[in-house]
């Protein structure tokens, strides 16, 4: 059963850039059996697709986000991160990292992160 | 970009009571959607894939169905458990979108 666990500071000053990084445990991120994503959630509101990445490096990022965003992978420490520059008070959200298993169809998030808060503030 | 629109975005219901929400996409995606429960201070939990597929170990009372733009998610028997805020989302080629989510509270 895969775990994931997210890593990152929880405090960003505006304009800057946060990074985070997942760590995955009992699997491979190597596997071909998933992508691996980043989804966020501001305070009480509803969940965002940031972007998913494939162990090849292969990206996919939400459009909304493109300009801002990189998400890579590191097979040999079996962590993925996220990037996201010139931070603004609307990026202040609980950060998750998910796997997204690839099967024929929906390739749904399967395994998520406990998720971690990042603000943004001065 | 292919949009959710969830409803209702709020529902109240009594224990024992049959639930439903629906999620409609803004183009065809086939049966290319899953259903999450989240609590509050949680991550989401996957309860159903490929539109009607329930994942191990989640309780028979959820159901979904449809295929298209058009689907409904099922709860057949409320249970005070199920308190919690549910998302469909939608997988089109590897770019990812999700409802509104729809809060569900016990009357």
């Known amino acids: 059963q895969l775990q994931l666990q997210e890593s990152g500071p929880g405090l960003v000053k505006p304009s800057e850039t946060l990074s985070l990084t997942c760590t995955v445990s009992?699997?491979?991120?190597?596997?071909?059996?998933?992508?691996w994503g980043w989804i966020r959630q501001p305070p009480g509101k509803g969940l965002e697709w940031i972007g998913s990445?494939?162990?090849?490096?292969?990206?996919y990022y939400n459009p909304s986000l493109k300009s801002r965003v990189t998400i890579s992978v590191d097979t040999s420490k079996n962590q993925f991160s996220l990037k996201l520059s010139s931070v603004t008070a609307a990026d202040t959200a609980v950060y998750y990292c998910?796997?997204?298993?690839?099967?024929?169809?929906?390739?749904?998030?399967?395994?998520w992160g406990q998720g971690t808060l990042v603000t943004v503030s001065s | 970009d292919i949009q959710m629109t969830q409803s209702p975005s709020s529902l109240s219901a009594s224990v024992g009571d049959r639930v439903t929400i629906t999620c409609q996409a803004s183009?065809?995606?086939?049966?290319?959607l899953n259903w999450y429960q989240q609590k509050p201070g949680k991550a989401p939990k996957l309860l159903i894939y490929?539109?009607?597929n329930l994942e191990t170990g989640v309780p028979s009372r959820f159901s979904g169905s449809g295929s298209g733009t058009d689907f409904t998610f099922t709860i057949s028997s409320l249970q005070p458990e199920d308190i919690a805020t549910y998302y469909c989302?939608?997988?089109?080629?590897?770019?990812?979108?999700f409802g509104q989510g729809t809060r569900l509270e016990i009357k």
């Open positions: 989302q939608q997988y089109d080629n590897l770019l990812i979108t």
């Open positions: 009992g699997g491979s991120i190597s596997s071909s059996s998933y992508y």
């Open positions: 998910a796997s997204l298993k690839r099967i024929v169809g929906a390739n749904p998030f399967d395994y």
């Open positions: 990445i494939y162990y090849s490096g292969s990206t």
């Open positions: 490929d539109a009607s």
């Open positions: 183009q065809d995606i086939s049966n290319y």
